[in-house]
């Protein structure tokens, strides 16, 4: 079994607040889920981006997190959520 403790801190562009109380949150061997396999650019063009990818035992969905590579500037992450399981996804 795995276990993780948690907190949380509320922020704004000036202050912080104090931490909460500490949660611990256990997982079972059955929370652990695969990594996602086989991921291939189908097509690309200069508005979209298909994905495919093996499916993965137990998934309710996959989120798609796109990362700018250098010598571009990182723009954030953005997911993707996708709203059932697939193998594959269009991106913007």
């Not at 250098?70 to 993707?80: E, S």
Request: charged share 15%; with cysteine; aromatic share 8%.
């Amino acid at each position: 079994m795995m276990c993780a403790i948690l907190q949380v801190m509320a922020r704004n562009g000036v202050y912080e607040s104090n931490t909460s109380s500490v949660a611990v949150v256990s997982f079972s061997g059955d929370a652990v889920i695969e990594a996602v396999e086989g991921l291939v650019v189908e097509h690309k063009d200069n508005r979209s981006v298909n994905l495919t990818w093996k499916e993965v035992g137990q998934a309710e969905g996959y989120y798609v997190i796109t990362k700018s590579m250098p010598p571009y500037p990182n723009l954030g992450k953005n997911a993707i959520k996708t709203n059932k399981i697939t193998g594959n996804t269009s991106l913007f």
